[in-house]
């Protein structure tokens, strides 16, 4: 046997397995099992899942989840919601010939100081005007900034991934013109708090490596 070939196994002997859960607003669900040397080579790597994975509500299998690992304790890995996002293929799925899509982006800080980027979109029945599809928009800004505003992060997660915020401007932007559907297609933790930064993984968008391991089923 080579030497390269010990190196590698015994590098493996070495590590152990951590488990993931989702923060208390999600769950606090074990969504994967990761192995490493050293705990400390955990933090602000991201964990991919769906949204399905930990409601088991099959409706919800197209939302893809990005949990930033942020601290370790023991095995257990915690982690805070770093993005979430509709799968391409239900994106494109809601694409329909005659329909206009209407998409706002907006960039609002939460009273705890998480700064956050909402990617709203609408989706009406025909063709709307220019002037119909500018009223949306600022609709879609306006309940973005009350929530931002209003709500702490693990709140504002709630209700941009579960569908409440879609829902509030659904219900006031369908005034402007009917909708066939409303929701928020992406969403991007900018920065933390200085007192959480302390012991949360920087956000970034290029350092963090994505793992793509499948969930793992609650012990019972």
């Known amino acids: 046997m080579s030497k390269a070939a010990k190196k590698i196994r015994d590098k493996w002997r070495l590590k152990e397995w951590y488990n993931v859960f989702t923060p208390s607003y999600f769950g606090d669900k074990n969504v994967s099992n990761i192995p490493s040397e050293d705990p400390k080579k955990l933090i602000g790597r991201v964990v991919e899942t769906t949204l399905y ?3 088991a509500d099959f409706s919800h299998q197209s939302t893809k989840l990005y949990f930033l690992i942020t601290s370790t304790a023991g095995n257990r890995a915690e982690t805070i919601l770093k993005s979430h996002e509709y799968s391409t293929d239900y994106l494109r799925s809601l694409v ?3 329909s206009t899509r209407i998409d706002g982006i907006f960039t609002g800080q939460t ?6 980027r909402v990617y709203v979109i609408a989706f009406s029945h025909g063709r709307v005007q220019g002037s119909q599809e500018h009223a949306i928009r600022r609709v879609m800004g306006k309940v973005v900034a009350e929530k931002t505003q209003g ?3 693990s709140q504002l997660c709630h209700e941009m991934v579960l569908g409440k915020m879609g829902s509030d401007v659904y219900n006031e932007a369908k005034k402007v013109s009917p909708l066939r559907h409303v929701g928020v297609r992406k969403s991007k933790l900018l920065s933390v708090p200085l ?3 302390e012991t949360e993984a920087p956000v970034a968008e290029a350092d963090a ?3 793509m391991v499948a969930a793992t089923p609650d012990a019972e």
């Not at 009273?111 to 956050?116: F, G, I, M, R, W």
């Open 96 to 98: 329909r010939r005659g």
């Open 195 to 197: 007192r959480a930064a």
């Open 151 to 153: 709500l702490t992060y």
């Open 111 to 116: 009273p705890d100081k998480y700064l956050v």
């Open 209 to 211: 490596e994505v793992l």
């Open 53 to 55: 994975d930990i409601t």
